[in-house]
């Protein structure tokens, strides 16, 4: 049986059978000789190979081109004389996948069988010619019937599509890299755009981060010059009136004016200091960009101290702004069980990225709620292995919903501006970006936990050296600091 032929070979019709000759026929009718001629020559003359066969399913005729397509000797009648069966099991018929068909899908079944084959439906077949190469022939055919109906035998047509089947495969395959390739296109452009639109929307606020320190440094350093110039004045007409009026108290200098005017030159110079760090932070922060797209950030590993650089970083950013009395305290607290958290990393990579998260969290929550920074460290499971020291920066703000969480951590996303507090400094959706590729640079990881109206925790990872390869380092602090910044330091 063929695959999953339902019907056993002795059961088959009768028509398929096997036999060991091909009786030849004669015309039933008086068919004049003219007639048969010119169907003759028609016949020989048709370019696509002809196949005639009776009800017995046996083949009686072939032409020229059937024989060409078959690649049969023009003397072989062996072909005409082989059993039926015989015939279909040698010519291997397969679809043009290369499964075997089933006897119901053989042409010559489906011609006895009554159905018209049109060149509209033609059927594929992959058979063996005779000299046992391959080639995909598309047949098409119809029964033979007599004056009553009855079917008498079948014709098949059958002309060799193997060439253009390759070339339509080859076609549709090339169809469909340019499909798939106009897709790619389009997605590109379509990233191109997004990527232009987000561009210009970083130049138009790295413009007004830009503009707004350097208004401020500006506007300061202009303040404190005019004071220092009036200060030089009423020192030298003190000067004068006190060689004049000796011993009068109305020509001495007025120690307290001039202490109060220092002291508001002071407090111009720090805030044109603030601007300076606010411009040296921003464009820092494009180099970095600059140097992580190009695949090119440095970082310079030594053994250093997490929790002193934490202690430090804490200590920097209450002091990193002059303060404000219309703010209340805040406090800052470092909670932590590591004595000493030893790592090989670039202390002033690490430190950034810890003044990053504190810079946020005071940023995004408000002034009078604490900000806990939490330093745990992990032991390595093996002994030898490597430890993991984590921490934490944990804020009472607004909170990050699940669909920011996914993206704050790509290039020029920002958090919603809304909830940062006011004159909060430089914020080009960069800090974060670098973050996560520093610590991934350190062999480390970074993570955020949040919900809307439940604050947040940024945290981040970086590895321990196994116990025997601890680098020596100073002795840290007492275990638990708290540090209260007094007036929020802005």
């Known amino acids: 049986m063929t695959r999953d032929d339902p019907q056993p070979r002795a059961d088959r019709p009768a028509r398929l059978r096997a036999t060991k000759t091909a009786p030849k026929t004669a015309p039933t009718d008086a068919t004049p000789p003219s007639l048969l001629n010119e169907l003759e020559s028609v016949y020989r003359s048709i370019t696509d190979g002809v196949f005639i066969f009776d009800s017995e399913g046996r083949l009686i005729r072939i032409n020229d081109a059937g024989r ?26 397969r679809d043009p996948g290369g499964a075997p068909m089933l006897e119901r899908e053989w042409i010559i079944t489906r011609l006895l069988g009554g159905e018209i084959i049109t060149p509209e439906h033609a059927v594929d077949v992959l058979m063996s010619r005779a000299d046992g190469a391959d080639a995909l022939i598309a047949f098409t ?15 098949a047509v059958g002309r060799d599509v193997t060439g253009r089947r390759l070339r339509e495969a080859e076609l549709h395959q090339s169809n469909l890299q340019l499909t798939a390739t106009t897709q790619a296109l389009t997605q590109q452009a379509g990233a191109l755009e997004q990527r232009n639109q987000r561009m210009d929307q970083f130049l138009g606020m790295a413009n007004h981060e830009m503009k707004s320190p350097l208004t401020a440094l500006s506007a300061n350093l202009q303040l404190a010059s005019r004071r220092l110039r009036r200060l030089a004045r009423v020192g030298g007409q003190s000067a004068h009136a006190a060689g004049q009026i000796e011993g009068q108290a109305e020509g001495l200098l007025d120690a307290a004016h001039i202490s109060h005017e220092a002291e508001s030159v002071l407090e111009m110079l720090a805030r044109a200091q603030s601007a300076a760090r606010r411009m040296t932070r921003l464009v820092n922060e494009l180099l970095d960009v600059s140097r992580i ?14 929790l002193a650089l934490t202690r430090t970083a ?27 958290a030893p790592i090989i990393a670039d202390p002033d990579r690490i430190s950034e990225v810890i003044d990053n998260y504190l810079s946020n969290a005071i940023k995004y929550s408000p002034p009078t709620t604490p900000i806990t920074v939490t330093l745990a460290c992990e032991e390595a499971a093996e002994p030898g292995a ?26 020029f996303e920002r958090l919603d501006s809304d909830s ?39 945290w981040f990872t970086l590895p321990l050296p196994p116990a025997n390869c601890s680098p020596a380092l100073p002795r840290a602090a007492p275990s638990r600091a708290r540090t209260s910044t007094g007036p929020a330091a802005r």
């Open 293 to 306: 797209q190009a695949g090119r950030l440095e970082t310079r590993p030594e053994p250093c101290d997490l």
């Open 68 to 93: 060409k397509l078959l690649r049969l000797a023009s003397e072989d009648e062996s072909y005409l004389t082989m059993p039926a069966l015989t015939r279909i099991e040698r010519s291997n018929l």
């Open 420 to 458: 940062a507090q006011p004159t909060e400094g430089v914020n080009l959706g960069l800090g974060l970006h670098i973050c996560k590729t520093i610590i991934a640079l350190h062999g480390g990881e970074v993570g955020v936990e949040s919900a809307p109206g439940a604050g947040a925790t940024f």
């Open 386 to 411: 490597a430890g993991m020291a984590r921490l934490s920066v944990r804020d009472a703000g607004p909170g990050i919903s699940p669909e920011a969480q996914a993206r704050i951590w790509n290039v």
């Open 314 to 340: 804490i200590t920097e950013q209450l002091h990193a702004q002059p303060g404000r009395a219309d703010q209340a305290s805040r406090d800052i607290t470092l909670e932590t069980t590591c004595e000493q």
């Open 141 to 155: 055919g119809a029964p033979l019937r007599d004056g009553a109906g009855a079917i008498t035998g079948a014709v």
